[in-house]
């Protein structure tokens, strides 16, 4: 089963910048639509972004559009998140989370699936704390 692992996060300043990474262990990571999500206390876990397997496809939720960055670099079994102008109210668990999975198949296209909703997603890392505050 996928294991996913986020690091990167921490206490910033307003207006401050983060990037978070996601990884797994044994690779495999490229199989996968990545996403992204936050919850903050006594708020729903909210989806911001997701990137296909290949990255041909991004989204992200609205109030992140031009501050946030979504990427990946499959030679290094890597996915990143990076956050600019960050909020006080983004003070949140930053969660990394993996699904629709993708086997390669000969004469076939891959999916450039992407969605911020949760239940597509099958694998969840534990989470890293991102604090804004001043």
């Known amino acids: 089963q996928l294991q996913l692992v986020e690091s990167g996060g921490g206490s910033v300043q307003p207006g401050g910048s983060l990037r978070l990474s996601c990884t797994t262990s044994?690779?495999?990571?490229?199989?996968?639509?990545i996403g992204w999500f936050r919850q903050a206390p006594g708020k729903e876990r909210e989806g911001i972004s997701c990137?296909?397997?290949?990255?041909?496809?991004?989204d992200y939720v609205d109030s992140v559009k031009g501050r946030f960055t979504i990427s990946r670099d499959n030679d290094k079994n890597m996915a990143y998140l990076q956050m600019n102008g960050l909020k006080p109210d983004e003070t949140a668990t930053y969660y990394c989370?993996?699904?629709?999975?993708?086997?390669?198949?000969?004469?076939?296209?891959?999916?450039?699936?992407?969605?911020?909703?949760?239940?597509?997603?099958?694998?969840w890392g534990q989470g890293t704390q991102v604090t804004v505050s001043s």
């Open positions: 989370a993996a699904g629709n999975r993708q086997i390669p198949i000969r004469g076939t296209s891959v999916s450039t699936f992407c969605s911020l909703g949760e239940l597509s997603y099958d694998y």
């Open positions: 990137i296909s397997s290949r990255g041909e496809n991004t």
């Open positions: 044994r690779f495999g990571l490229d199989f996968y639509t």
